[in-house]
């Protein structure tokens, strides 16, 4: 089931999310963040008007995704930035592909025009999910980041609603 989020998911998607805080060169976050810190993110992309779903099967959160401002300026205002998270033991089970489906139905029924995802690289996985949704990439930045002693290339994919 994919539904919006609720507050009593926060810890959830803390614990989901710092897998990859912590273990991988996915989020160039570095710090573990809890619960609280992800109700706060989540208010924060309510009040924008945008989306935070989760799919959730017998009660447990297997995944998340949501869209937050591509930018603050005004302008930018149809643009806006994707991002998607899955229990790892629930990866290439289609979770992605149904939050995916969701996000962007609803993102075309608010007015969204262009929807951006920044995957770091190598992630063929990220990459697929993007493409299967027509995102194409268009940019390519190397070595922006540095996490668990290496430097990370990142990349933006972009479709047009």
């Known amino acids: 089931m994919i539904r919006p989020v609720r507050a009593d998911d926060c810890e959830s998607i803390a614990r989901i999310y710092n897998h990859y805080v912590l273990n991988t060169l996915i989020t160039f976050e570095e710090q573990a963040v809890s619960g609280a810190q992800i109700e706060e993110r989540t208010r924060e992309v309510a009040a924008a008007g945008?989306?935070?779903?989760?799919?959730?099967?017998?009660?447990?959160?297997?995944?998340?995704?949501?869209?937050?401002?591509?930018?603050?300026?005004?302008?930018?205002?149809?643009?806006?930035?994707?991002?998607?998270?899955?229990?790892?033991?629930?990866?290439?089970?289609?979770?992605?592909?149904?939050?995916y489906a969701q996000l962007f139905s609803l993102l075309r029924e608010n007015g969204a025009h262009a929807v951006i995802g920044g995957v770091a690289l190598p992630n063929p996985a990220s990459v697929a999910l993007h493409e299967k949704f027509g995102m194409q990439q268009v940019a390519h930045f190397r070595e922006v980041g540095f996490k668990l002693g290496r430097w990370v290339d990142v990349g933006y994919w972009q479709v047009t609603l």
């Open 50 to 99: 945008l989306p935070w779903l989760v799919a959730e099967q017998a009660g447990q959160v297997l995944g998340y995704a949501y869209a937050s401002r591509w930018k603050a300026r005004s302008a930018y205002r149809f643009s806006v930035e994707i991002t998607i998270y899955l229990d790892p033991d629930f990866v290439g089970q289609g979770q992605g592909s149904q939050l």
